[in-house]
């Protein structure tokens, strides 16, 4: 199925149905497999033979999974875990030894800056932070010891852009690892790897389940590089559940369709807030004011569904208006179909110092929704002062 469309392969890549023949994916709910020998049971665990051992680190279902997503990214292999955080943990967590660098970008994730400026520092391992869009600012942070460029583009909550090729080509000639988190986007609307990059990573949690319903994360690459980061999860167990891993399986075959209609309803609402006095600015990247438009054209297939804007005033507007809300759902999750509100100083960034809030351009007055599959006008009644 290598030369079928990406929804085709959305829907029937990454699984073989048992001896059963059932139609739908199987779940298998079990810690450990059955050898049918010692020989073939020391063969397996010296890597030897291929087979299922023990599901910390191999199980059918999560297997399907990881086949799935490599398909949908272009990979040569996939390594599904408990959590986006996880995945981003093991990845630099291999990659990098005591006495090594990475560049960062300072437009990522709360967690993941905290992670990095924690546990990560702790293992002697430094962090330069930029800003996203500046590829000076990458080719100026390259040290002799720089292994890793890590990044989210578009950046959560601010759609930020960073051109791939580019950045790619920086990498490249320094023999550095680039290593972007897809989250926000999905192989329904960018694919990393094709523009340079080395690494794909995911939060599954959100638009890949796209219902709300577990926790999963994924890293996609080349076999190299995704062996090695296999072989520090198996020893290390940030395993994505046997059940969950079916949930976002199954998440994988409505990913196209999900995805074009959270990008038409952000950018209605986006247009619409654009237009209203109590919006100071929006964030979207699909409108054409946006200053990373052009490359997002570029290099997306769309604009996803995330929307961020200013209201005029501070945390008290902010919170007035997220508090109006009846419909839309007050959690710091994204890319559920339901419509979701937050503030993102005080929830998905609180943990950066007011510095940190600043340099990112996280303010008192930004709210973000991640634009769910309601019907448009009733999301828009429902934000209306």
Request: hydrophobic content about 40%.
């Amino acid at each position: 199925m290598k030369d079928n469309k990406f929804k085709t392969k959305a829907i029937r890549e990454g699984y073989q149905p048992t001896q059963e023949q059932e139609h739908s994916a199987a779940i298998f709910l079990t810690s450990s497999f059955r050898f049918d020998s010692a020989e073939q049971a020391a063969k397996r665990f010296d890597n030897k033979d291929q087979g299922n051992v023990y599901s910390r680190f191999t199980n059918p279902s999560v297997v399907a999974f990881e086949e799935k997503l490599a398909a949908l990214e272009g990979a040569e292999q996939c390594l599904a875990t408990a959590s986006g955080m996880s995945a981003i943990f093991a990845t630099i967590m291999t990659l990098l030894k005591p006495g090594e660098h990475m560049v960062a970008s300072r437009g990522m994730f709360g967690t993941t800056i905290v992670l990095l400026n924690t546990v990560i520092q702790k293992f002697n391992i430094e962090v330069t932070f930029v800003d996203l869009p500046d590829l000076n600012d990458w080719k100026n942070s390259v040290q002799t010891n720089t292994k890793l460029f890590m990044l989210e583009t578009p950046s959560n909550p601010l759609g930020e852009v960073v051109d791939l090729r580019a950045l790619s080509a920086i990498s490249k000639k320094n023999n550095i690892i680039l290593a972007v988190d897809n989250c926000i986007m999905t192989p329904a609307l960018q694919k990393p790897l094709a523009l340079g990059a080395d690494l794909v990573i995911h939060s599954a949690t959100k638009y890949i389940d796209g219902q709300g319903r577990c926790l999963a994360g994924a890293i996609a690459g080349n076999n190299k590089l995704i062996d090695e980061i296999s072989s520090f999860a198996r020893s290390t167990g940030p395993t994505l559940s046997a059940f969950n891993a079916w949930i976002v399986f199954k998440g994988l075959e409505t990913l196209s369709l999900r995805m074009q209609a959270h990008c038409e309803n952000a950018k209605k609402l986006a247009i619409w807030l654009n237009e209203q006095e109590f919006v100071k600015k929006v964030h979207y990247l699909g409108l054409d004011s946006h200053p990373h438009h052009s490359i997002a054209k570029e290099q997306q297939s769309d604009y996803g569904g995330i929307v961020s804007f200013e209201v005029i005033g501070g945390r008290k507007e902010a919170f007035r208006l997220i508090n109006n809300t009846k419909m839309i759902s007050i959690t710091a999750n994204l890319g559920d179909t339901k419509s979701t509100i937050t503030h993102p100083a005080t929830t998905t960034h609180v943990r950066l110092s007011d510095e940190e809030k600043q340099q990112s351009n996280i303010s008192e007055n930004l709210i973000r929704i991640s634009v769910g599959l309601e019907d448009i006008e009733d999301i828009i009644a429902d934000i209306k002062p």
